[in-house]
């Protein structure tokens, strides 16, 4: 009996260390499976910010464009008035019949040019020296 129970001493020692083996490997499975899983939703988490921000920055650049856009037509629909205005107030004005001196014309130009440019010189209001 002595060697019955040796025997079954050893099958039971190999049995323990093979379960032992067997709930580390899994064990450590599902610990590399875990990191993987975290680093998974750092990844998405990451995309979904970047994503976000890519949406922000096109609302705020949309805003801006339709801003422009209506401050262009106001300033159209504004000279347009102001076009209408100046020639119902000349429209009675033997003065408004003359042409206008080349150097005027010239001088309006520049300074319509300074303007658009968002120069200083001209555009300040202050005639050049």
């Known amino acids: 009996m002595s060697r019955l129970t040796a025997i079954i001493a050893a099958v039971v020692a190999c049995l323990i260390f093979c379960l032992g083996w067997l709930a580390m490997h899994y064990h450590n499975a599902a610990s590399k499976q ?16 970047v994503t ?6 096109m609302t705020i650049f949309n805003t801006i464009s339709e801003a422009n856009q209506h401050a262009k037509e106001q300033i159209a629909l504004d000279a347009s008035g102001a076009s209408a205005d100046i020639k119902v107030a000349v429209a009675s004005d033997d003065c408004a019949l003359r042409s206008v ?8 130009q520049q300074y319509a040019d300074g303007l658009r440019q968002g120069a200083g010189g001209s555009a300040t209001g202050k005639p050049d020296s």
């Not at 875990?34 to 910010?49: I, L």
């Not at 976000?52 to 920055?57: A, D, R």
């Open 52 to 57: 976000s921000n890519v949406l922000t920055t």
């Open 34 to 49: 875990q990191t993987r899983a975290e680093s998974a939703e750092q990844q998405v988490n990451a995309a979904e910010a």
């Open 101 to 108: 001196p080349d150097g005027a014309v010239k001088r309006l």
